[in-house]
Every structure is written in C-alpha cells, then in structure tokens.
C-alpha cells in the first residue's frame, strides 16, 4: 500500500472505475472546461500572439497619416509617402496600395476581382517572393514604362487561369484593359491590411498622381531598417511631414504622421472580442474545476472510513494528501484527452461562426504549441481539482479520523468549503449570465434598426466605368443614364437611384470642411460633415422623405449652377432657427472647391449602431461631380432578390466588362452587418448556459449530499415536531444564503466583465439594471428550483429510519 506515486495511481484508476456515477460527470465537466479554454486560446494565440508569416515580420510597419477628420482609418497619400521614402533613413523600404474591384472578362461574361493598385515597395516591404515570375517593379510605373502588368495570387492563378504552368506572358482584361500576367505568388501567401487582392498591378506614376497630397487613400506597408526603434521612425517621419506641411500648408497642414508595428494594428478591432472570449473560457474553465473540486471532496468526505483503514494501517497524511492528487490529475488527464478532441472540434466550429475580417483566422489549426499548452492546463486543473479536498484533509486530525469513522455526517470546516465552492460557482456563472444578457440586449437594439426609410423591396450593386473606355465624366454620366434607363424597364422595377456611398452597403465618403456664406469662419475654425453624391432618384427611390425645398434634377448638370441637398441634423445644427434653402456653401477641400446653393432638405438616416449620433450630411449632384463608381439602389414592386439575374443581363447587355458587384438586398446587406454582434452574443451565451448549468448542478449537488449527510439532524427536528414545510424552508434558506452571496461577488464581476464588452455593446450601459436584475432572478430562480427537490425529499423522510441510521 506504500509504494509510492505508482501505487497511487494504481488506486485512482481503481476508485474512478469503481465509482463511474462521480467519475463521468467529471470527466466530462473537465472535458468542456479544457477543450473550450484550449480551442478559444487557440484562436487568440495565433491572432494576437504568434508573429506574422513574414520574414522579419517584426521590422514591418504601417504608416498612418491622422488629421483632425482623418478617423481612424491608417491611410496615406502617395506623395508624401514618396518623398518620405526619398529621405528616410529609418525605412528600408516602403510602399502604398490600394484596392478596386475590376470587370474580369471571361468566356461567361465579366466577373468582379478584387485588384491591388501597388507601389512595388509595398510587396517588397512584405518579403514576398514570387513563386513563378517576378514582382512589380519601378519600371513598371511611369506612362512610358510597361504598366500593362499583372501579378496574381495562386488561387486565382489555379481558379482562373487553369493552374497553367507557361502562365508567364499570358494575358487578361480587366476592365477593358489588357494585362500580361508576369508572375505568381506562392500559394497561402497573405497580404496584411488586403488580404482580399487577387491581382496586382503597378500604381500609375505622373505628375497628376504626384499632386494629390490631399487624398489619403492608400494603405502602406514599410520595413524598418536594421536596429531601428519604431520610436527613431516615428521621429523622423513627423520631422518630415512638418517640412512637408510648411511646403504644402493647404494639403499637409494640419496633419501628422504615426507609426504602427503591422501585427499590431492588423489585430487592433478584434483583440476586445478575442480577449473578451478568453475572459469568458477561462471562468468557464475556473467553473469545471470548482465543479469537480466540489464533487471530489464530497466524495472524499464520504470515503472518510476507508481513508481512516489505511491511515491507520501506516499511510501517513502526505500519503493521503498525494493520493488525493493523483485522483485529481488522472482525472483532469482523461478530461484533458477528451477535451484536445473537443478543441479541434471547436477551432472549426469558431473558424465557421466568426465574421469576417477576423486576420489570420483561417490558420488557425491546434498544433503542437497549442497542445503543449493544453497539457500544461490539464496538469494545473488537476492540481487545482484535487487541492481543496487535499488540504481539507490535512487540517484533519487523522488519529481522531479512525475513531470517528462511523457515520454520514459531516463537520462544519468541510460544509463551509463546499458552500464557498457552490456560491464561487453561482458568481462565475453570473458574471456570464450577465455577459450574456448585455449582449442579448445590443443584439436586438441592432435587430430593431429603423433607418427612416422602407428597407423591404430594396435591391444595390456597386459598378465601375473602365477609365481606359470612359476616360471622361461625359461618357461616365451617359453611361450611368443608360444604364438607369435600362433598369427602369425591367418588369416588377418602381424607380432607380445612384449615390456614391450609403446607409450599410457603401459607409462614407468622409467628412469635409464646410464654410456657410456670410458666417465668417475661417478654413481653420470649419467644422466637418459627411458627404455624397446622388442622382435625381436617390431620395425617392430609397424612400427618405423631403422635408423642404426640392431634390435633385436632371437639369442639375455641370452647365447648372452647383446645388446640394442637406439633411435635417445639418440643417438643425447650423440653421437652428433659420432657412437653410437657398443657403450658399463652400467645400474647400473637394475637388475645385465647389460654392454650392442649398437647394433641399431632406430627413435623417438613422445610424445602425443605436448608440452612433446623426451626424450632418450634405448631398451633391452626381450629374455635376460624376465619378466612375457608384452604386446604384433599385425598389422594386415584388421580391428584389428575385430581380438580380435581370439587373446582370442588363448591364452586361450595354457593356460586358461592367460588372454587379456586392449585388443584394437590403436585408442582405443589413444580415452582413449583423454577423459579428450574432457571433460574440453566440458564443458567449453558449458559455452562459454552461455555466448556469455547472452552477445549478453543483448547488443541487451541494443540497442533495447535505441533506444526506445531515439526514440525522433533519430527522430529529422532524420527530421533534417541525413540520414538512418547515424543514423545506430551512433547506431552502440554506441555498438562498449561497445564492445571495455568489450573487453579490457575480454582480461585482460581471461589472468588470460588462466593461470588457464595452466596444462590442449597443445602445446599452455597461451597468444596465436591467439586464444585471434580469440575470439575478433567472440564476437565483434556477438555483431555488434545483434546490426544490432534495428540500422536498429531506422533508419527506422517515424521522425514525433517519435516526436509526446516524
């Protein structure tokens, strides 16, 4: 009996095996507690720990450009980046991209791609090497240089082209124009921050380009030279934009420049959720090991006379005390086994429910590291499982043990730790009881959107006029008009509208500077609005009503005088008790800084996020500022859904490079922005209920074994006189004691759990009372209900069984 840790572990087995009604449950709660914890950590260590597959990867940057209307988009504009490049001696290299969506032809008609428009240092600062060909470079550039080039990724080279391994040379047309493929990117290679680019073509370079310093609409990518500290870069490029802005006071004034390790600012909107998940796991997996620490010492209480045998048979209390511990590893070994399967199964089930734009989740894989760690959790877990009743046992005095053997009762030390452990377990489970509720409640502020229009019976695509057969806005608008008109006569279709950005399917195009005639402010003093631009039918179509003044017209052209429309915030804010129609307005920063004459107001679009004010916008004629892309909103008479293949004949029918992109429903489109919120409730509620679960389950457990145990003391009360319903209140009020504590010590976690979810909650407070009450009375009620039933049977006891058998 005394041969050590080999013997111990012979003894776990053969207690588990005897005992499966308390080994399986067990297992199983470890199972879930571990494989959750390890599948959700799995995701978060290669999101926001592990390095990017890049060479260096530490040494790569991005370079923001932030200004008092910049957001917080990290964009550039390439002429600074360039003479930035010129200068830099921190940079190794650096480069902007941006990406278009572009008409593919092919035999069945053109296709939407996604296409990077690159400087070659953006893809050099990445160490990204060809796996067929070569990459972009300087020469491929300028007008004279051979600029009809194309790099494409190995997807679309094995989707597109066949997998054609003479591919080199080959050639494509995109949006008219034809481009002769000169390399290939390895398979799995990634570009951070466009991810989604398929094909890659060099950035045109000409003294136009070189002059919009003003536009910052491209992403970059740099490399730090050898031994450079971020700090040193960020220096010396805000001494250059400084020399710039002095140079360029209009277009650079204002401005500075950060900044940002690549990794980091890739995994910026997803660390809150990723980090709120693994709070959530890891109370989920604290929950599973006071479950289970909970079932081993009541199990270890009633296994006090064999314990009493061996002690004293010889087995010192070290010997107990490591035998208690080895029960708890092999159990949390066995969890842990069961629970590496669980993960795998669970990575996928994450890597299926996530929304997109989630970087680098579609590698995440549980490999070796991650089963390393798991291994470590399973050893801690069965340390912490086996601890509790370890420690109970050597406060003990063991001689007294054996003589004391006899008997169920239980001693006060040991009920006050199975309390504490249970009313542990409720606050876990309330803190995520909690969680969930918050999100709950965001999740149906988001579900009860009402934007100030119809959204059924509404039906968007984007599109792109090709510059190389539309080189003027002229033949952009006429275009645009046939293509209205084309849609107009498709049966089932009320009315067409165009506007180059929306409520959910286009964001914005930024905010501008607003001078109002006669105000007397200064470009400086400004304040900014968000702007578009829209065709006549845009208001009528969407069904945003007017509230004065007209919209737009036909004869609203670039022979008109320039005219806008505004919404009612702005008119609200700038115009609070007076006429905005016929207000003159001045927009300095947009192209040819257009005076225009308010000529409308119409009603506000209400933000989809419940919690996001209505901000001014000002609307401008899409026939006086054409542009080559834009989207286009059609209401229809009947399903919008079921007008989509029509609206693709009909623009392939007037141009077959013109291409329907993001082609949906409104409802579509309010669907997509509705996955990540969907998500986060998702998981976090299934975590909820787990632990609501675990925590009922271990109360019940707790009352259940106590009245057992306490079976003599409850059967003299009862032959003394106390009646059924008295002996339930008391039991009752037993559990109502730990509920109430758990639920004080839930509360205060959930708050700081509340504030972890704080970016990811809509129109709801992070201490909502709501929600906290709500959470309270479901737990407790619960919990009382499990306690209902021993409650019931400790008072229907036999009084003279009872005390017959104490």
Known sequence: MLDGPRQDLRLALREIR?????????????????GASVAVFSVVDHILFRPLSIRDSGRVVTICETGPRSGDYCAVATPNLVD?????????????????????????????????????????????????????????????????????????????????????????????????????????????????????????????????????????????????????????????????????????????????PMRAYLVRSARPLLLALLFAVALVLLLACTTVSGLVLARAVGRRRDMAVRYALGAGRGRLVSGLLVEGLVLSALGGGAGAFLAMWGVRALRALAPPGIPRLDRVVVDGRILLVAGLVTVVTGLAVGILPALRLRDRDLGQLF?????????????????????????????????????????????????????????????FASQGKYPEPPGVLSLYRRIDARLEGLPGVRSVGTVSAGPLFGGGD???????????????????????????????????????????????????????????????????????????????????????????VVADVQPFLPDRAIEPEIYLSNRQRTRWATYFVIRTDGDPAALAPAVRRAL????????????????????AQLVQPRFEMLVVSVFAVIAMLLGVLGLYGLIAYTTRARAGEIGMRLALGASPRRVVLWVLGDAAGMIAVGGLAGIAG??????????????VPTEDPITFATAVVVLGTCALLAALRPAVRAARMDPARALREE
């Open 510 to 600: 930024g905010l501008t500077p607003l001078l109002i005639q006669g105000r007397g402010w200064t470009r400086d003093q400004a304040p900014g609005v968000a702007w578009y631009d829209a065709g006549p039918d845009y208001f009528r179509t969407l069904g945003e009503p007017l509230l004065r003044g007209r919209t737009f017209r036909e004869s609203d052209d670039a022979s008109a005088p320039t005219v806008a429309v505004i919404n009612r915030a702005m008119a609200a804010r700038f115009w609070p008790n007076g006429e905005p129609v016929g207000a003159t307005l001045t927009l300095p920063e947009l192209d040819g800084a257009p005076t225009v004459r308010v000529v409308g």
């Open 403 to 463: 003589g004391g053997a006899r008997g169920t009762s239980i001693d006060r030390k040991t009920r006050r730790s199975r309390r504490v452990l249970v009313a542990g377990q409720l606050a876990l489970a309330l803190v995520l009881v909690t969680g969930s509720g918050l999100l709950l409640r965001s999740f149906n502020n988001l579900l009860d959107w009402r934007p100030g229009f119809d959204t059924e019976h509404l039906l968007t695509f984007w599109t």
């Open 652 to 671: 392939a029918g007037i141009d077959s490079d013109l291409e329907a992109s993001h082609l949906g429903t409104m409802r579509d489109h309010i669907g």
């Open 18 to 34: 005897r005992a499966p009604g308390f080994a399986v449950p067990a297992i199983l709660t470890l199972a879930l507690g571990i």
């Open 750 to 763: 959930g708050l700081l759990f509340a504030r972890a979810l704080r970016g990811t909650l809509h129109g």
């Open 84 to 260: 930035w490049a010129r200068s830099s001696r921190s940079i190794e290299t650096m480069g902007a991209a941006r990406t278009e969506s572009m008409a593919l032809r092919t035999a069945a008609g053109a296709r939407g791609v996604s296409v990077g428009i690159a400087m070659p240092g953006f893809l050099r600062a990445l160490a990204i090497a060809p796996e067929r060909g070569r990459m972009l470079a300087e020469t491929d550039g300028p007008p004279d240089g051979d600029g009809r080039v194309a790099v494409v990724s190995h997807e679309f080279w094995s989707r597109e082209l066949g997998g054609d391994p003479d591919v080199l040379g080959r050639t494509m047309v995109l949006d008219g124009d034809t481009y002769r493929v000169i390399g290939v990117l390895p398979e799995g290679a990634s570009v951070p921050r466009l991810e989604h680019a398929q094909v890659w073509i060099p950035l045109p370079w000409d003294p136009a380009t070189a002059a919009y310093r003003d536009w910052r609409g491209f992403v970059s990518a740099a490399r730090l030279a050898p031994g450079v500290s971020l700090q040193q870069a960020r220096a010396e490029l805000r001494r250059e934009e400084s020399a710039l802005a002095s140079a360029f006071p209009e277009t650079v004034g204002g401005w500075s420049v950060d900044v940002h």
